[in-house]
């Protein structure tokens, strides 16, 4: 009864995460290195031609509904940095604004600007987390109108402040530093 959408990175971005945790080991990494094989795994597993022949087939109805679904997450994937409002990206991939609003929401059972905000949110975690950016040059880097509107978005997304939150992967960081120290100095 659901809508699968295929995206060409299903298995390469945990794929890369999971490098990235293994080489980086920071705090926590074991946990999330086994959950981004869990995901290789499963994901593996849906783009199986075994099961998908035990799967019903679905109307073609559905297949252009998984097409047009997946061009907008693509394209929202791929541009993140660049998306300042819904309206632009109905105008880039040429629909009526209300339409798509509509239709993305119905299919996917998230409002498009929400998926928005969160990718934005998601991209602005990696930017603090491992570049060097302060909080002002993310809010302008993802298009923001200023960095309040930028940090109130973070905040009702992640709950805390974007500070707040570089606040406290450098503390964890540095938690992780100082018990990987103390664990070679007792070996």
């Keep these: ?42 994901q593996a597993v849906r783009d199986s031609k075994v099961i998908r022949k035990s799967w019903p087939e679905r109307k073609s109805e559905s297949r ?4 047009e679904v997946y061009k907008i997450i693509q394209y929202v994937g791929e541009n993140v940095e660049q998306i300042t409002s819904v309206r632009q990206i109905a105008d ?7 339409y798509l609003s509509h239709f993305f929401a119905r299919v996917t059972g998230i409002t498009l600007q929400k998926y928005i905000s969160q990718k934005k949110i998601e991209r602005a975690r990696q930017l603090l987390k491992y570049q060097e950016f302060s909080v002002t040059e993310i809010a302008e880097r993802l298009n923001y109108e200023s960095v309040q509107s930028f940090s109130k978005a973070f905040r009702r997304v992640m709950g805390v402040s974007p500070t707040a939150y570089l606040q406290r992967e450098r503390h964890q960081m540095e938690a992780y530093g100082e018990e990987t120290a103390q664990r070679r100095e007792s070996q």
């Design 1 to 42: 009864p659901y809508i699968l959408v295929k995206d060409r990175h299903d298995v390469m971005d945990p794929f890369l995460r999971a490098i990235n945790e293994l080489y980086s080991k920071t705090l926590l990494w074991y946990q999330m290195l086994q959950s981004y094989c869990e995901q290789i795994v499963i």
């Design 64 to 67: 252009s509904v998984s097409t």
């Design 92 to 98: 880039t991939l040429c629909y009526n604004y209300t």
